[in-house]
């Protein structure tokens, strides 16, 4: 029902930014809250940040705040995760996720994305 694309990883110095982008079609897009997930070899996937389907409300985990910036374009269907300041311990696989609810501020993420590589030297 959802489909969601990844891109704009890549290999980045320390203290660089990079923006991520989240190309997403199907049923009820623009309805839907969004998130961004990362996983870095060894470790579980962790929550990043989301948005609510309104774009009124986000959220982002203790490590992304003050740093990272999710923003979504409706007109678009795009979902962006604009990171600064980043760090090597950001290194990960970066995954946008869909929630299966509509009109919701997220938690039931369904869909889910490729995934993204994000490298970031010291």
């Known amino acids: 029902q959802v489909q969601l694309v990844e891109s704009g990883g890549g290999l980045v110095q320390a203290g660089d930014s990079l923006r991520l982008a989240c190309a997403v079609s199907?049923?009820?897009?623009?309805?839907?809250?969004m998130g961004w997930f990362r996983q870095a070899p060894g470790k579980e996937r962790e929550f990043v940040a989301s948005?609510?389907?309104?774009?009124?409300?986000?959220y982002y985990a203790d490590s992304a705040k003050g740093r990272f910036t999710i923003s979504r374009d409706n007109a678009k269907n795009t979902v962006n995760l604009q990171m600064n300041s980043l760090k090597p311990e950001d290194t990960a696989v970066y995954y946008c996720?869909?929630?299966?609810?509509?009109?919701?501020?997220?938690?039931?993420?369904?869909?889910w994305g490729q995934g993204t590589q994000v490298t970031v030297s010291s």
């Open positions: 996720a869909a929630d299966r609810l509509l009109y919701s501020s997220g938690g039931t993420w369904d869909y």
């Open positions: 199907g049923r009820a897009v623009n309805n839907r809250a």
């Open positions: 948005i609510s389907w309104s774009g009124s409300s986000t």
